[in-house]
């Protein structure tokens, strides 16, 4: 099976979390911004719910603990080395907002449609009412 190639940059069109159910909802809402790239020096993602919230109680270090997790539930990054192997794509996390990845591995079952690529992971929560796949679209830039 050949490689496929997602080398460049990814602006994100929808993050979804698909429940064996049938639910679906947005983590993030359906507005988002940001971006994934693959690159000779690693691997990039940032993406953020549009029109986040300003901080009204403080700055960056001393607002309200409140807005603080407001911020944090509306952004998502992290970045680190990457390979891919057929159609999966693995991301050697080095860096994260979310500090549980950090040193670990994400891996994505990957698609590609075109100018989409498709994004999903392995099944999380599996054998409870909350068993889903988070599927990431995004369109090449």
């Known amino acids: 099976m050949e490689n496929l190639d997602v080398k460049g940059r990814w602006h994100i069109l929808a993050w979804e979390q698909i429940f064996d ?3 679906v ?3 993030m809402g359906q507005e988002l911004e940001g971006f994934m790239e693959y690159g000779p020096n690693g691997m990039f993602c940032a993406i953020t719910r549009k029109d986040r919230a300003n901080f009204t109680t403080g700055g960056q270090w001393n607002a309200s603990d409140a807005e603080k ?5 509306t952004y998502l990054t992290y970045a680190g080395d990457w390979e891919v192997e057929g159609n999966v794509v693995t991301h050697k996390v080095k860096h994260s907002l979310f500090p549980n990845w950090v ?3 994400q891996k994505r ?11 999903t992971t392995h099944k999380l929560e599996a054998g409870t009412p909350e068993a889903r796949v988070a599927r990431l679209t995004f369109k090449r830039v």
């Open 21 to 23: 159910d049938g639910r």
């Open 25 to 27: 909802t947005y983590p």
């Open 69 to 73: 997790a407001g911020a944090y539930n």
């Open 103 to 105: 040193g670990g591995e």
């Open 109 to 119: 079952y990957a698609e590609l449609n075109g100018d989409q690529l498709s994004l």
